[in-house]
């Protein structure tokens, strides 16, 4: 990349350059990104150059304060971007960021690869280093050889081209995605909506008529999708919503939307991944996957999957001939595929006497936000309350954490669904804790949370049904490791650094919570009446907690098994749909139609971040079942938790984030490592033939 003088009058004047304190949505402007990019990119690249001069002395400080600091301006300059990209699309954007993707895809494939830069590190004397400091610095040497640093000439080329490739070619693959969930949807008419929930039906209804339609227009959304799924008694209705998700972005789709088909971008990621792992001396890309994870090889992973497989397989066909059994008491004789949740819905209210739309009359989203923060403030000895900032969405709010009146963290909130914005739920760090080389100020983390909930109707608050507030619990786990670290080093501070398959520890801890009678209790309140949830409806949510708990178990490793079978691969020509269905005969009870095309929306593996990477939910539910034993063991009589057990935890593990090894980190909470016990307690699949052993 070239490198052309920059005078200080040459700066642009954009909103997207100060970083002074918090980003300025309300004035960045599209056209401030390709200016301000490119200003940071030629910065980062003068600090590169400088550092890597034979002169500059291979000091962690010098290079830290020179390099580092550019670094992280465009990173946090970038990160608005591509946080832009996912909540608030457009095409004008869209542009934008795919025109600046391929020069800033070059930078971080130059920047991890150039071995001047390298070799700077290989130099630094270690015995002057902190531990976080330490911990850093072997984590970025592993990370240089990961990136290419050894590599020369033609194989260097040919390795930054491919990290340029397969960045376009994730991007492509999330817009697909996107625009194909956005484009879809159905007209129906009143005589199609038995069952289906009295809110999903007046937004649909709203929906239509902004779209100068009669009748109700129903989309592919989770809002939308899910309780039509669930409730609809039309078996039509649900067939047409089945098909079209099932098929989105994929050459099953309508014709009209076949331009959003992810196969070819599947198969050439595959294919680069592949030939990235061949130059880097690895067998597949599984194994390179692995390289920085908790896990040791592909097959201890494929072990570990087939082991939980087995061990749930006996309790989920209890789950399918419960099913089938039920299915016929209410008529459906030979379910399709797009029955399934109808029936499960149903027969969870017969068995357990509740449903989820009465659950959720008690979860306005105030009432279980408010309920969140006081769990998190009791356990963690925080404070959080409103703060102000700008936001990109009327829907947005903005939070700040305190400890003993000092300021530790602070949070964007964006729960709603909407059009052009990414499904799913997540959290992404704005900035990182830091203790700035440049001003030697402290600089506190800030985090994005982001989810997918209905909204609310008229002045009524959203309501969130149970799996939702898990949601919200499981996301805000995420935030609480990002912005309660107390190391100062920003490379390993937060989940920075933290191996891949445990940085769900956290968030899979605090989705136990919800099943907690003296949690739920102060986040519930009737959206009519006011009044908490009754005991008893609790203890109904609670016997049902592990309903099918056997069948979501296989599909989870169904999705992790794909996933990692398809990047242990010794060649590169993957025929990935047939590999999917040797999985799903292996691993499922209820096998999908031939047209379906679960991997042509998978994002998580072909667009964010979990390549050979997705067993870490069950991975980390291990270790979360197990850490959240600790608190059950030390629970008062009257279901109270353990405060001294929430300061150990977060102190434990999420003020240290990447500082240590993961494992240390459990075992320092823990007093040993984890088993795999707890999980199988927790979801009712103990047996007295279950093995406790480590896992």
């Given at each position: 990349?070239?490198?052309?003088?920059?005078?200080?009058?040459?700066?642009?004047?954009?909103?997207?350059?100060?970083?002074?304190?918090?980003?300025?949505?309300?004035?960045?402007?599209?056209?401030?990104?390709?200016?301000?990019?490119?200003?940071?990119?030629i910065q980062a690249q003068t600090a590169l150059d400088r550092v890597t001069e034979d002169a500059f002395p291979s000091d962690?400080?010098?290079?830290?304060?020179?390099?580092?600091?550019?670094?992280?301006?465009?990173?946090?300059?970038?990160?608005?971007?591509?946080?832009?990209?996912?909540?608030?699309?457009?095409?004008?954007?869209?542009?934008?960021?795919?025109?600046?993707?391929?020069?800033?895809?070059?930078?971080?494939?130059?920047?991890?690869?150039?071995?001047?830069?390298?070799?700077?590190?290989?130099?630094?004397?270690?015995?002057?280093?902190?531990?976080?400091?330490?911990?850093?610095?072997?984590?970025?040497?592993?990370?240089?050889?990961?990136?290419?640093?050894?590599?020369?000439?033609?194989?260097?080329?040919?390795?930054?081209?491919?990290?340029?490739?397969?960045?376009?070619?994730?991007?492509?693959?999330?817009?697909?995605?996107?625009?194909?969930?956005?484009?879809?949807?159905?007209?129906?008419?009143?005589?199609?909506?038995?069952?289906?929930?009295?809110?999903?039906?007046?937004?649909?209804?709203?929906?239509?008529?902004?779209?100068?339609?009669?009748?109700?227009?129903?989309?592919?959304?989770?809002?939308?999708?899910?309780?039509?799924?669930?409730?609809?008694?039309?078996?039509?209705?649900?067939?047409?919503?089945?098909?079209?998700?099932?098929?989105?972005?994929?050459?099953?789709?309508?014709?009209?939307?076949?331009?959003?088909?992810?196969?070819?971008?599947?198969?050439?990621?595959?294919?680069?991944?592949?030939?990235?792992?061949?130059?880097?001396?690895?067998?597949?890309?599984?194994?390179?996957?692995?390289?920085?994870?908790?896990?040791?090889?592909?097959?201890?992973?494929?072990?570990?999957?087939?082991?939980?497989?087995?061990?749930?397989?006996?309790?989920?066909?209890?789950?399918?001939?419960?099913?089938?059994?039920?299915?016929?008491?209410?008529?459906?004789?030979?379910?399709?595929?797009?029955?399934?949740?109808?029936?499960?819905?149903?027969?969870?209210?017969?068995?357990?006497?509740?449903?989820?739309?009465?659950?959720?009359?008690?979860?306005?989203?105030?009432?279980?936000?408010?309920?969140?923060?006081?769990?998190?403030?009791?356990?963690?000895?925080?404070?959080?309350?409103?703060?102000?900032?700008?936001?990109?969405?009327?829907?947005?709010?903005?939070?700040?954490?305190?400890?003993?009146?000092?300021?530790?963290?602070?949070?964007?909130?964006?729960?709603?669904?909407?059009?052009?914005?990414?499904?799913?739920?997540?959290?992404?760090?704005?900035?990182?804790?830091?203790?700035?080389?440049?001003?030697?100020?402290?600089?506190?983390?800030?985090?994005?949370?982001?989810?997918?909930?209905?909204?609310?109707?008229?002045?009524?608050?959203?309501?969130?049904?149970?799996?939702?507030?898990?949601?919200?619990?499981?996301?805000?786990?995420?935030?609480?490791?990002?912005?309660?670290?107390?190391?100062?080093?920003?490379?390993?501070?937060?989940?920075?650094?933290?191996?891949?398959?445990?940085?769900?520890?956290?968030?899979?801890?605090?989705?136990?919570?919800?099943?907690?009678?003296?949690?739920?209790?102060h986040m519930s309140s009737h959206h009519q009446s006011g009044e908490v949830m009754p005991k008893a409806l609790f203890d109904?949510?609670?016997?049902?907690?592990?309903?099918?708990?056997?069948?979501?178990?296989?599909?989870?490793?169904?999705?992790?098994?794909?996933?990692?079978?398809?990047?242990?691969?010794?060649?590169?020509?993957?025929?990935?749909?047939?590999?999917?269905?040797?999985?799903?005969?292996?691993?499922?009870?209820?096998?999908?139609?031939?047209?379906?095309?679960?991997?042509?929306?998978?994002?998580?593996?072909?667009?964010?971040?979990?390549?050979?990477?997705?067993?870490?939910?069950?991975?980390?539910?291990?270790?979360?079942?197990?850490?959240?034993?600790?608190?059950?063991?030390?629970?008062?009589?009257?279901?109270?938790?353990?405060?001294?057990?929430?300061?150990?935890?977060?102190?434990?593990?999420?003020?240290?984030?990447?500082?240590?090894?993961?494992?240390?980190?459990?075992?320092?909470?823990?007093?040993?490592?984890?088993?795999?016990?707890?999980?199988?307690?927790?979801?009712?699949?103990?047996?007295?033939?279950?093995?406790?052993?480590?896992?």
């Open positions: 990349m070239s490198t052309p003088t920059l005078t200080p009058a040459s700066q642009p004047n954009t909103a997207l350059l100060d970083f002074s304190d918090l980003p300025k949505f309300d004035e960045l402007k599209v056209t401030d990104i390709e200016p301000s990019i490119s200003h940071l990119l962690w400080g010098q290079m830290t304060q020179v390099l580092d600091v550019q670094v992280e301006k465009l990173s946090r300059a970038w990160g608005v971007i591509s946080h832009l990209n996912a909540v608030a699309d457009n095409p004008a954007q869209r542009e934008a960021y795919n025109l600046m993707l391929p020069k800033v895809t070059e930078f971080w494939s130059s920047l991890g690869a150039n071995e001047k830069l390298f070799s700077k590190y290989e130099h630094i004397d270690q015995s002057a280093l902190n531990a976080e400091q330490k911990k850093a610095l072997n984590n970025a040497l592993r990370n240089f050889i990961l990136s290419g640093a050894k590599l020369t000439g033609e194989k260097k080329i040919r390795f930054t081209d491919i990290q340029e490739q397969q960045a376009a070619l994730s991007q492509k693959f999330s817009e697909n995605v996107l625009d194909a969930t956005d484009a879809w949807f159905y007209l129906a008419q009143v005589h199609e909506l038995d069952g289906v929930p009295q809110e999903v039906k007046d937004e649909a209804r709203e929906e239509a008529q902004r779209h100068d339609q009669e009748g109700y227009r129903f989309n592919l959304k989770m809002p939308c999708y899910l309780p039509i799924m669930q409730y609809a008694q039309n078996a039509n209705l649900r067939a047409i919503l089945y098909k079209a998700y099932q098929t989105r972005a994929s050459d099953q789709a309508p014709e009209n939307a076949l331009h959003y088909d992810n196969s070819a971008i599947i198969k050439d990621t595959l294919a680069l991944r592949f030939e990235e792992a061949q130059l880097l001396g690895f067998a597949n890309f599984a194994t390179l996957s692995l390289e920085p994870k908790m896990a040791n090889s592909p097959s201890e992973v494929i072990a570990f999957l087939r082991d939980l497989a087995a061990k749930a397989r006996p309790f989920a066909q209890k789950d399918l001939q419960d099913m089938r059994d039920f299915a016929k008491t209410i008529g459906i004789e030979d379910p399709a595929p797009s029955d399934w949740t109808f029936i499960a819905e149903r027969l969870k209210e017969h068995h357990y006497a509740f449903s989820d739309l009465e659950v959720k009359a008690y979860f306005p989203f105030p009432r279980v936000l408010s309920g969140l923060f006081k769990i998190v403030e009791t356990l963690f000895d925080v404070v959080i309350s409103a703060d102000t900032a700008p936001v990109w969405h009327k829907d947005v709010s903005f939070y700040k954490i305190e400890r003993h009146h000092q300021l530790v963290g602070q949070f964007y909130l964006d729960p709603t669904a909407r059009q052009s914005k990414r499904g799913g739920a997540w959290m992404d760090g704005m900035r990182n804790r830091w203790l700035r080389p440049d001003n030697r100020e402290l600089q506190s983390p800030v985090a994005y949370l982001v989810c997918n909930f209905a909204k609310g109707q008229g002045d009524q608050a959203a309501l969130l049904t149970h799996d939702d507030v898990i949601t919200l619990f499981h996301e805000f786990g995420h935030g609480l490791h990002h912005m309660l670290t107390q190391v100062n080093e920003q490379d390993v501070s937060g989940i920075s650094g933290v191996e891949w398959d445990a940085v769900e520890l956290p968030s899979q801890f605090m989705e136990n919570f919800c099943w907690e009678w003296s949690v739920l209790r109904k949510m609670l016997a049902a907690k592990n309903f099918q708990s056997g069948l979501q178990t296989l599909r989870q490793v169904e999705f992790s098994l794909f996933d990692m079978l398809v990047h242990s691969e010794g060649h590169a020509l993957v025929d990935f749909m047939a590999l999917q269905q040797e999985v799903k005969k292996e691993i499922a009870l209820i096998q999908s139609p031939p047209w379906s095309r679960t991997a042509h929306s998978f994002s998580h593996i072909f667009a964010g971040g979990y390549a050979a990477g997705y067993y870490s939910y069950k991975w980390a539910e291990v270790l979360s079942s197990d850490a959240y034993a600790a608190f059950e063991e030390t629970m008062t009589e009257t279901g109270e938790l353990s405060q001294a057990m929430g300061t150990k935890f977060r102190q434990e593990i999420l003020e240290v984030g990447g500082s240590r090894d993961a494992m240390a980190s459990f075992v320092a909470f823990r007093g040993r490592e984890p088993n795999i016990e707890a999980l199988l307690r927790h979801q009712g699949m103990l047996t007295s033939s279950s093995s406790s052993s480590s896992a």
